[in-house]
């Protein structure tokens, strides 16, 4: 069971706006803006798509955007393409002796 | 060009270790903090040790504490895993990756992994 609770699958369309949930607690989503965002496709290691909740690394397109509310983190992805096709895993930092805290995972799937 | 080679990787039977490398290179090796994260095949990422920027200051997950120890030659840009009494449920692909700055901030650079398989 995961630090970090996300939905096992989303789905969407080309076009369209997926939006991807991550809760916490206070202890780290809550407490802190060290939230991140990983893409992971088949195979390959996650690769950084938003850190410090909203920040979007060079090189990010700018249809990934992040957000916080509470203890719930959100990534929204717009403008869906095929080659967005993947695992999104969220992080966090927490004050607790874990130190950093991952969601299971989230399988989009652009339809 | 931030890059994280791991090498060490292996079949090892319960019981056995391994010690795990990681070749940095790209940037400022000594002024950043590193993890080694895991992921068991068809699992999720899970955290595995962490390791300040001098190394003084070590962190470690509660599922591997007291049978992993993580290190780091500043000389070398080289991160190390040192795995001892290993499990079956320590199979995984292990990633070294890379912090922004202090072990609280997530990774921002992964390599691309090496597998560990514990089995008889």
Request: charged share 15%.
């Amino acid at each position: 069971q995961s630090a970090l609770t996300q939905p096992a699958s989303v789905s969407g369309s080309p076009g369209q706006s997926i939006t991807i949930s991550c809760t916490g607690t206070s202890s780290d989503i809550g407490g802190y803006n060290y939230v991140s965002w990983y893409q992971q496709h088949p195979g390959k290691a996650p690769k950084l798509m938003i850190y410090d909740v909203s920040n979007r690394p060079s090189g990010v397109s700018n249809r990934f955007s992040g957000s916080k509310s509470g203890n719930t983190a959100s990534l929204t992805i717009s403008g869906l393409q095929a080659e967005d096709e993947a695992d999104y895993y969220c992080s966090s930092y927490t004050s607790t002796n874990t130190l950093v805290v991952f969601g299971g995972g989230t399988k989009l799937t652009v339809l | 060009e931030v890059q994280l080679l791991e090498s060490g990787g292996g079949l090892v039977q319960p019981g056995g270790s391994l010690r795990l490398s990681c070749a940095a290179s790209g940037f400022s090796f000594s002024s950043c903090a590193m993890k080694w994260v895991r992921q068991a095949p068809g699992k999720g990422l899970e955290w595995v040790s962490a390791i300040s920027a001098s190394g003084g200051s070590t962190f470690y997950a509660d599922s591997v504490k007291g049978r992993f120890t993580i290190s780091r030659d500043n000389s070398k840009n080289t991160l190390y895993l040192q795995m001892n009494s290993l499990r079956a449920e320590d199979t995984a692909v292990y990633y070294c990756a890379k912090d922004p700055t202090t072990v609280i901030t997530p990774p921002d650079y992964w390599g691309q992994g090496t597998l560990v398989t514990v089995s008889s």
